[in-house]
């Protein structure tokens, strides 16, 4: 399990969200701009280090009548990352910098989406290698959702937001 989530964190596949389908229009092709953002900007979107030893904190919730199962690893009071899958399958994973959600990636849909500020500003596909960064107001909107929920988990296992 921990191979399986160290080649997660080092892909960067995370993240939860419904919207992860959805595909708008300022999508570049993998021959250019993909290959620009990861030689150029993907870094930008690359969490805190996690120690090899983080002890995960577990907390389960029910949404929508689902069982959640969210797995923290926090040093020092900030969040490194945050898990959320049901049963054995990771639906999210959460990346932070110096405590700010960065990157939220969704392995089962090969789509991540970067942050900056709180705000959604960057959008990429590893599966087809196509980079967004013209992000519709529905889906920014779905996902500062996101990141209100992900703070307020984060607030449960005794983690302050900023």
């Known amino acids: 399990m921990h191979k399986l989530l160290t080649s997660l964190m080092a ?4 993240f939860g969200s419904s919207v992860l389908g959805e595909l708008t229009g300022g ?14 900007q993907m870094a930008e979107f690359s969490g805190d280090k996690a120690p090899e030893n983080c002890r995960e904190r577990k907390l389960e919730v029910k949404e929508n009548g689902n069982k959640i199962v969210y797995e923290l690893c926090a040093v020092k009071g900030k969040a490194i990352y945050l898990r ?15 405590g700010k959600l960065i990157q939220v990636d ?6 991540s989406v970067g942050y900056r500020n709180g705000q959604p500003v960057v959008k ?8 967004d960064y013209k992000l519709s107001a529905d889906f920014k ?9 992900i703070n307020g988990i984060l607030k449960k296992f005794g983690i302050r937001t900023q």
Request: hydrophobic share 40%; no cysteine.
């Open 141 to 149: 909107a779905s996902s500062r959702e996101d990141v209100v929920k």
């Open 106 to 111: 969704a392995p089962d849909a090969f789509v």
């Open 124 to 131: 990429w596909d590893w599966g087809n290698e196509t980079v």
């Open 84 to 98: 959320s899958r049901n049963d054995d399958v990771v639906h999210g994973f959460y990346n932070f910098k110096a």
């Open 11 to 14: 892909l960067g596949l995370v």
């Open 27 to 40: 999508i570049a092709n993998a021959d250019t701009a993909y290959e620009k953002f990861k030689k150029t």
